[in-house]
């Protein structure tokens, strides 16, 4: 009995993108996209969110802006090896020679990385995807031999909340974060109806139609990148960018450069020759959303130069003297009630134990 060759039957499938400039609404997600391709150190974007938001629909469309960028997709069920890579200890030994079988970190370099459900990966595969995106370099060591390649690439993890929340110390190390809602605008869900069905209708008439802008982006994202080096951070975008930070309440440092990192490619984008207060400002929450620590401010104060000392005021004579002016009151917790008084009520007194018999 013969058996069809199936390998002349099927048909290879072609994926096309969705057009970056053709996504609906979301500018918050569009900017922070943007800004970790022209500088992936940034140490990628945490998109969380509701399904059906156009979570892998962006980082997708992303990576196709980026000329002969891969899309490497993390699956959930990849092992450490499968991610960093291994070595070939048995050819060390023959021939002293160290071989590196890689893996998805060396097929992502200079192109997107996808982690769908960040959230529900192991803490390891997370800790060292997030070291070589902010390094841009991954380390291999097995059996105290250790190799090192490039692995620059921008990092994209997605989540829905409902499914879990990532460790405080994990959420830091995502450089920029975006959460996305709902639509609630019918004018917005039509308009998003129309771009995804013409899409699934005919690919290549929406990517026509968008070509020309498409074009534009992806050559403003290239200048951008190459322009990074001649921008500079004044004294004033630094103590600002501080100042956002310590406003935040925010952990170590990681916040302070990442905003500065994101401030500089956004200048870049604009093609700007300077970063700006402004930049720093326009950042700050992509920055800071995840990292901001309860009942802290959600800006930095408008004027951050140092001010005088104020005169105390004087008390008041009706005031008791061990009452608590207003000013010293805590301001961190505005829901706080102050301790009221409670009633007490006398305990009736349990009889003990009748005297034993001699």
Same mark, same amino acid.
């Not at 997709?73 to 050819?91: I, K, M, N």
């Not at 991954?138 to 997605?158: C, K, M, P, W, Y």
């Given at each position: 009995?013969?058996?069809?060759?199936?390998?002349?039957?099927?048909?290879?499938?072609?994926?096309? #993108?969705?057009?970056?400039?053709?996504?609906?609404?979301?500018?918050?997600?569009?900017?922070?996209?943007?800004?970790?391709?022209?500088?992936?150190?940034?140490? %990628?974007?945490?998109?969380?969110?509701?399904?059906? /938001?156009?979570?892998?629909? #962006?980082?997708?469309?992303?990576?196709?802006?980026?000329?002969?960028?891969?899309?490497?997709?993390?699956?959930?069920?990849?092992? @450490?090896?499968?991610?960093?890579?291994?070595?070939?200890?048995?050819?060390?030994?023959?021939?002293?020679?160290?071989?590196?079988?890689?893996?998805?970190?060396?097929?992502?370099?200079?192109?997107?990385?996808?982690?769908?459900?960040?959230? @529900?990966?192991?803490?390891?595969?997370?800790?060292?995807?997030?070291?070589?995106?902010? +390094?841009?370099?991954?380390?291999?060591?097995?059996? %105290?031999?250790?190799?090192?390649? #490039?692995?620059?690439?921008?990092?994209?993890? /997605?989540?829905?909340? &409902?499914?879990?929340?990532?460790?405080?110390?994990?959420?830091?190390?995502?450089?920029?974060? =975006?959460?996305?809602?709902?639509?609630?605008?019918?004018?917005?869900?039509?308009?998003?109806?129309?771009?995804?069905?013409?899409?699934?209708?005919?690919?290549? #008439?929406?990517?026509?139609?968008?070509? &020309?802008?498409?074009?534009?982006?992806?050559?403003?994202?290239?200048? *951008?990148?190459?322009?990074?080096?001649?921008?500079?951070?004044?004294?004033?975008?630094?103590?600002?960018?501080?100042?956002?930070?310590?406003?935040?309440? =925010?952990?170590?440092?990681?916040?302070?450069?990442?905003?500065?990192?994101?401030?500089?490619?956004?200048?870049?984008?604009?093609?700007?020759? &300077?970063?700006?207060?402004?930049? !720093?400002?326009? =950042?700050?929450?992509?920055?800071? *959303?995840?990292?901001?620590?309860?009942?802290?401010?959600?800006?930095?104060?408008?004027?951050? &130069?140092?001010?005088?000392?104020?005169?105390?005021?004087?008390?008041?004579?009706?005031?008791?003297?061990?009452?608590?002016?207003?000013? +010293?009151?805590?301001?961190?917790?505005?829901?706080?009630?102050?301790?009221?008084?409670?009633?007490? *009520?006398? !305990?009736?007194?349990?009889?003990?134990?009748?005297?034993?018999?001699?």
């Amino acid at each position: 009995m013969n058996t069809p060759e199936l390998h002349n039957s099927v048909e290879p499938a072609a994926r096309a #993108a969705f057009p970056f400039t053709a996504l609906v609404g979301q500018p918050q997600l569009k900017r922070a996209l943007q800004l970790a391709a022209i500088d992936p150190g940034i140490g %990628g974007v945490l998109i969380s969110g509701p399904r059906g /938001t156009a979570k892998s629909t #962006a980082a997708r469309a992303l990576a196709a802006l980026l000329p002969g960028a891969p899309f490497v997709t993390l699956p959930l069920a990849a092992s @450490l090896e499968q991610l960093v890579g291994t070595l070939d200890v048995e050819d060390v030994l023959r021939d002293g020679r160290v071989r590196l079988a890689p893996g998805l970190l060396a097929r992502a370099h200079e192109g997107v990385l996808y982690v769908d459900e960040v959230n @529900l990966l192991p803490d390891a595969l997370v800790d060292a995807l997030l070291d070589a995106a902010a +390094s841009g370099v991954n380390t291999v060591e097995r059996d %105290g031999i250790s190799q090192q390649h #490039a692995a620059r690439f921008v990092l994209v993890g /997605t989540m829905n909340p &409902e499914e879990g929340e990532l460790r405080p110390q994990l959420l830091d190390r995502f450089g920029l974060s =975006v959460a996305l809602a709902n639509p609630v605008d019918a004018a917005q869900r039509t308009a998003i109806l129309r771009a995804r069905l013409g899409f699934d209708e005919n690919p290549a #008439a929406l990517g026509e139609q968008h070509a &020309e802008e498409q074009r534009a982006l992806s050559a403003a994202l290239l200048a *951008a990148r190459a322009a990074l080096p001649g921008l500079a951070w004044s004294d004033d975008v630094l103590h600002h960018a501080a100042a956002c930070a310590m406003a935040a309440g =925010v952990d170590g440092m990681r916040a302070d450069l990442v905003m500065l990192r994101a401030a500089r490619a956004l200048a870049a984008l604009e093609g700007r020759g &300077e970063v700006t207060v402004a930049d !720093v400002d326009a =950042v700050a929450e992509l920055a800071l *959303a995840h990292r901001r620590a309860e009942g802290s401010a959600a800006q930095a104060p408008a004027n951050t &130069e140092e001010r005088p000392e104020r005169q105390q005021p004087q008390r008041s004579p009706e005031r008791p003297q061990d009452e608590p002016s207003a000013a +010293s009151t805590p301001q961190g917790d505005w829901g706080a009630l102050p301790a009221q008084p409670e009633g007490m *009520a006398k !305990v009736q007194r349990i009889a003990g134990w009748p005297p034993k018999k001699a």
